[in-house]
């Protein structure tokens, strides 16, 4: 096939989840009950978090981001795959999917990073409470979500540049519900040798360092929580993170199985399967995980309802 150069590929076509006709109005309904449970899940987090004057503490303060970027992320791939799907329609414009590529991994990005903070954070708590106010002071609360903010713009306008400069053959389906950097490798008639190697070694930096983080803080609060005399004391630490310590290895374990097998995968719909569960289940849980399991907020809830 003769390439084409990249500023004639028009439009690509995102297949989505599934070919059969029949199973299109299930998908509907069921993506856009989940994109409503998320955002207005997510929402009402925030909208406790910034009215009960109890939740005005780091912890929280983290939480209603998480939940802001979660709503963002969901929304960067839901609402265009409902649009095509009630549409018939399959295409996304070139500028459009690597407008939506950006914003997916700046979201992506941004998640990771604040799981990571929200990680230190509860590590400050247990292994150091008596400084915990003033380490975790607002300013370098603000500061921590800015820096995450910034390095996750960075990582996206990598990604973007990168794919950019990639030359497309007449072939523009991608296997798929939205357009991720993966995919748009598999489609490319250039070399992306070189792409495939800096896109995962910019994976291990904006991935793996937060979750060495994550690890490294978690090691640290076990030890803490070890050192607790009393069996009460030890639950009532553990109990601060055991939620925080679930959203991740939600996220983390979709993600990276994704991500991971999508070099040896036969089958690139199964991919996009697989992705459903960090694109839309883990935003869509992460309020129920929180409220379900966090004494605060159902309290707050309990406040706001008397």
Request: contains cysteine.
């Amino acid at each position: 096939m003769e390439p084409q150069n990249l500023t004639t590929v028009s439009e690509f076509l995102l297949l989505g989840l599934s070919d059969d006709p029949e199973l299109q109005p299930f998908l509907f309904g069921l993506f856009l009950s989940m994109y409503l449970v998320t955002v207005l899940g997510n929402l009402l987090i925030i909208l406790v978090v910034s009215s009960d004057s109890h939740l005005h503490i780091p912890m929280y303060f983290f939480l209603s981001n998480l939940s802001s970027v979660d709503i963002c992320f969901i929304s960067t791939t839901i609402p265009k795959m409902l649009v095509n799907i009630q549409t018939h329609s399959k295409s996304i414009t070139y500028a459009g999917c690597l407008t939506q590529m950006s914003f997916f991994f700046l979201f992506g990005c941004l998640d990771n990073l604040l799981l990571a903070v929200m990680a230190y954070d509860r590590f400050v708590a247990i292994s150091h409470p008596l400084n915990y106010p003033v380490i975790m002071n607002p300013c370098l609360c603000g500061l921590l979500v800015l820096v995450s903010f910034f390095s996750s713009l960075l990582e996206s306008q990598i990604h973007c540049l990168m794919v950019s400069q990639l030359t497309f053959c007449t072939n523009v389906e991608i296997h798929h519900f939205f357009c991720d950097a993966p995919q748009l490798l598999h489609l490319a008639c250039s070399d992306t040798s070189i792409n495939t190697i800096l896109m995962y070694f910019i994976g291990a930096i904006f991935g793996g360092v937060p979750l060495s983080g994550i690890l490294c803080s978690y090691t640290r609060i076990v030890s803490s929580i070890l050192r607790v005399p009393s069996t009460g004391g030890k639950y009532k630490a553990f109990s601060t993170c055991g939620s925080h310590l679930l959203v991740v290895c939600l996220f983390y374990g979709t993600g990276l199985g994704v991500y991971l097998s999508s070099p040896i995968s036969p089958s690139p719909r199964k991919g996009a399967v697989a992705s459903v569960m960090y694109t839309v289940v883990t935003p869509m849980l992460n309020p129920f995980i929180y409220s379900l399991r966090n004494r605060d907020i159902k309290r707050a809830l309990w406040r706001m309802n008397g």
